[in-house]
Nanobody
């Protein structure tokens, strides 16, 4: 079974930056589409960014121009660089890997933006 472990969350002031990282194991990482989701208190989980096996990226409108997703297939990692953070970015961020019928999730990492 796939294992995804996130790191890099924390607290930051508005306008600040954080870089989240997700390390994957027990999967053929290169074939997976990797996604970052987030869930704020009282809200549904939402897709923030995704990167396909062909390196196609997609972003939620709310983070376009501020967040960048990238992957390193040699290291089995996917990162989310978050710049210009806003209080509304506060949420638990989850790493997700998807391939055909396989859907794997990390445990989540908290990102808090407040001033």
């Amino acid at each position: 079974q796939a294992q995804l472990v996130e790191s890099g969350g924390g607290s930051v002031q508005p306008g600040g930056s954080l870089r989240l990282s997700c390390a994957a194991s027990r999967i053929i990482f290169s074939v997976y589409t990797m996604n970052w989701y987030r869930q704020a208190p009282g809200k549904q989980r939402e897709l923030v960014a995704s990167i396909s096996d062909a390196l196609r990226t997609n972003y939620a409108d709310s983070v376009k121009g501020r967040f960048t997703i990238s992957r390193d297939n040699a290291k089995n990692t996917v990162d989310l660089q978050m710049n210009g953070l806003k209080p509304e970015d506060t949420a638990v961020y989850y790493c997700n890997g998807r391939y055909r019928t396989v859907d794997s999730w990390g445990q989540g990492t908290q990102v808090s933006v407040s001033g």
